[in-house]
């Protein structure tokens, strides 16, 4: 066997194993019981151990600098391994372990923290991840290298923080006159009124999941309390929550987790358990969950059939027609929690998390200051004050478990779902009448060949620009934005 | 650290690896989408390899030759830790991973064999696993050793095959007389009349799994076509099927795989995740699930119970009284398939493939006389000619799999159930009166005190003995099996 052979078959076994770690993260979800937690952690934790040293064995360092990849694909394979293989054996082990001792006691304490509202309780441990991660930034940069790239690089390979900040500074003052301007105009959005079957809800469910064209042959849904995704090649799995007060969240959480689980599964078929095999970053992954749920699925053509779905499901919800259903589905208000907002909203959150996590990890703000700066950021974007710290600073378990660098590509996503709506208009001609019938078919059809199918092939700005032909831009998405609930909003 | 701290924070990442493997076994056979499969087979496979490799690290065995065990629990632990060892170093690797590979492929072409009743097509693939599990026996056993006891010893640690072809020659001629003088009596069991709804058989199939003292904190029931149970400490899972033609089969299933699953479920804690964390022997394991589901399932205490909640389910079901449903619920009829034998049919079952594959292992029995054979036997012992292969020789999925060795494990269960029931009674005066009122718990609490608490500690006859301060003995089992069907058949 040539080297090239010898690493690609140790790392489909590495992929093998790495997989199985995620069918467990979906066990403890949805089936595990829950006296099983202490043991799972440990069998977790081993796994991820021996994922960890495979990433890293020096083996791997040998073929990587004995390969001679020969196409365009294993050239991919190989800077997918070496980029695997750098940053494993940068961070000493000793600290690796620290971090996932601390982080995984930190997630324990901030829920008990944001339950009471205590930020002053949480500080010294988030002090302690900050100064971990901090360590780690360090090792990965190595010297005089930028500590949040570092950081950033390990969800959204290649972005910087420098070209996030301009990228985001550019859209702030778009997003914070739109948000004004909607509040300001003095209409307000109908709501539906229930009762809505929690049963009726998951069969609405699959058949917004069949409608975006998840195989369920090699998925399943399910409930969870937080809707994810997880699993890559012949099994992604999907999750959705019900409340009895309000269908969208069911119905637009599974549309948005069928983006996610899609691209997985529409990955070409030969990079299956490669370092190719999977969606590129979280960036473009998020791309697609978007252009799922929002684009596409609270357009005005799906929500037209979706509309027809729920009456006969719940009968007529207290709204007059498609028009009513359209608007309740894209009602935007002012809302603490990022999780909950609309399209408008939502990326000013980011924007705030963006600006704080950046400047705590190059060491520019400190945890002690870090609530008031939430606070003073909050209302001068959204107008309103934060009311308690579960409200702000301690809403999301991210920082607590360590994911500095994470947030930015939520909004990247967007960004990019912006650049691909644009592209997907202007070549799929028939995309909003099928929409308009219950079928994405023409719409994530032109999604998986453009974008999904590649998995790993490209870089994550890479993807999108083949994809659209255009250099990535912010303008496709602000422009979506103030045009749709431009209209939506008589303004 | 000493050698044996070493052995054992090792072994115990073993073991957390190695009960991924069943969380994923589970997941199979329950949850995993139909397209899955190969990916699976896949990670599975890798996972088994770290595993196997793992258990025959040069290191184990250093630090077997330098342990120091100082009190029964290390002395145990050394001794499984050292058993698993000497096995997975015997046998090649390139064996091992042609058995898995063989086996394998067998299941799927024993499957089609079966659909077609077609043993001339299966014979040289059921030749190739015999040959090969004959190589790992001669591995195994070494010079001189006993090939089918070799086999034997990975099931039933300490068994052989003669003595239990002894025990099993005293049983064989106490159960034909038993069973041609209940199907010569002239009398017919009732049978209930429904219809069962399955939604109501799955929530009987968990009051059954409460009142037997099942930990639904440490575990769940959901269903499968062949029910199991899977997992060991706290998360062990159970798994039943329905049938809308009759109820016993989920309820019995259920009460069958809690015996394995409490037995897993109350392992002395301090065991978690160590060689002796677990069920010691398949027999000791099948002792609990036969005496939960017969010995006290069975009963008429129980069944009398277990009247009045079939009855608010499903009505009066046709039969007159508790009586009645307690006989329908022990009919005895001669059928071809194992798995759906009653008490007294069951372990014929079971001596004729003991003997048979006995004897292939052996070289005393070629494959393409297997089929005559079965079918010689078949007709001594239960009166009828086998009709079809599928219903014979090819019904199981033992051989095919390559499991020689496994199947005496169920009758020593059944034996071992006769001997723990019998000193139950003697020990514990108020097992019956609970049981009447749905509760197992003074039966259940005899057994996870005597028995199952002690997980590996002890050899499985050893387990057994202490628990009854006698001699295993096959006296007991047929003693109460004549009793019991004795009086219900009036012979």
Chains 1, 2 share one sequence.
Not at 243 to 254: A, K, L, V
Request: charged content about 25%; glycine content about 10%.
């Amino acid at each position: 066997m040539t080297a090239y052979a010898d690493l690609m078959a140790f790392t489909r076994e590495t992929e093998a194993l790495s997989s199985v770690l995620g069918r467990l993260g979906w066990d403890q979800e949805t089936m595990m019981p829950s006296g099983a937690a202490p043991q799972r952690a440990e069998e977790t934790g081993v796994l991820e151990k021996v994922v960890h040293a495979r990433r890293m064995d020096p083996r791997v360092g040998d073929w990587l600098a004995a390969a001679d990849p020969q196409d365009a694909v294993a050239k991919a394979q190989v800077r997918q391994i070496r980029r695997d293989f750098d940053r494993a054996i940068k961070v000493p082990g000793a600290l690796a372990a620290e971090i996932a001792r601390v982080t995984s006691l930190a997630q324990g304490h901030w829920a008990e923290a944001r339950a009471a509202d205590d930020v002053a309780a949480f500080a010294p441990v988030l002090s302690e991840v900050v100064k971990l991660r901090r360590e780690e930034a360090a090792a990965l940069a190595g010297p005089g290298g930028d500590l949040y790239d570092a950081l950033l690089d390990g969800y959204e390979p290649g972005a910087t923080a420098e070209a996030l900040t301009a990228m985001f500074a550019a859209m702030r003052p778009r997003l914070v006159a739109l948000r004004a301007a909607i509040l300001g105009s003095g209409q307000a959005a109908p709501t539906l009124s229930g009762p809505f079957d929690e049963a009726a809800q998951m069969r609405l469910s699959e058949a917004c999941a069949r409608a975006f064209g998840y195989d369920f042959d090699h998925g399943r849904l399910d409930r969870a309390v937080h809707p994810f995704s997880a699993g890559s090649g012949l099994d992604c799995r999907i999750t959705t929550r019900t409340s009895p007060d309000e269908p969208f969240g069911s119905m637009y959480s599974t549309i948005h987790e069928v983006g996610h689980g899609c691209y997985e599964q529409n990955v070409a078929p030969e990079y299956l358990l490669t370092p190719l095999g999977a969606g590129v970053s979280m960036g473009v992954h998020e791309s697609q969950s978007r252009i799922y749920e929002n684009q596409l699925g609270r357009g005005r053509a799906f929500t037209g059939w979706l509309h027809g779905q729920c009456r006969e499901a719940f009968g007529d919800m207290g709204v007059a027609d498609a028009e009513a259903f359209y608007r309740a589905a894209n009602a935007v208000q002012t809302g603490f929690i990022r999780t909950e907002a609309d399209e408008v909203h939502y990326n000013l959150h980011i924007l705030l998390r963006f600006d704080l996590e950046r400047d705590l990890i190059r060491g520019d703000l400190e945890v002690a200051d870090l609530e008031a700066a939430w606070n003073a950021r909050f209302e001068a974007d959204f107008g309103v004050a934060v009311d308690r710290a579960s409200n702000g600073v301690l809403q999301d378990v991210h920082w607590p478990v360590g994911l500095f660098g994470y947030f930015p590509t939520y909004t990247l996503g967007n960004v990019y779902a912006g650049c691909l709506f644009e592209a997907l208009r202007a070549e799929v001609p028939d995309w909003e009448a099928a929409l308009a019938a219950g079928d994405a078919g023409p719409a994530t059809g032109w999604l998986r060949e453009k974008v999904q199918r590649h998995g790993g092939l490209m870089a994550p700005r890479e993807v999108i620009e083949q994809a659209t032909g255009k250099p990535v831009s912010v303008e496709p998405l602000l422009d979506y934005l103030e045009a749709k609930f431009g209209a939506l909003y008589d303004i």
